[in-house]
């Protein structure tokens, strides 16, 4: 029950990033759109910035939807494909898609990571 309790928990706090997102809202000076946080995104692993907030943010948003998509059979991401290799393919989907620039960040990275690595059933 305390595991349920506590992914549902995380859920809504998923949400409602997602929603601030989509809705591009500025959240302490933060530009949390899904243009701005696709350039950070790119930005901060081209640099090498581990230090950088953005860099945990973008990872955590990735990974997120990326371990809720695997789980669900939807992502199904080859051990070797690095960090940069997924921010490359959300880059790619992001400049090749325009009109999807006002949904979520979040959901410009399973439609990325969808396209790219899709699961392959027999």
């Not at 991401?77 to 090749?96: D, G, H, M, Q, Y």
Request: glycine share 4%.
């Amino acid at each position: 029950m305390k595991f349920i309790k506590s992914f549902a928990l995380i859920c809504l706090q998923f949400s409602v990033i997602s929603s601030a997102i989509a809705q591009q809202v500025r959240l302490d000076g933060l530009d949390l759109s899904t243009q701005a946080l696709n350039k950070e995104c790119l930005y901060s692993y081209q640099t090498n910035n581990h230090s950088s907030f953005n860099r945990g943010l973008c990872l955590g948003i990735i990974l997120g939807v990326e371990d809720n998509a695997s789980y669900d059979k939807k992502i199904c991401i080859p051990s070797n494909v690095t960090i940069e290799e997924r921010l490359k393919a959300i880059n790619s989907f992001v400049r090749n898609n325009p009109s999807k620039r006002h949904a979520s960040f979040a959901s410009n990275v399973y439609d990325a990571l969808f396209k790219e690595w899709p699961c392959a059933f027999k």
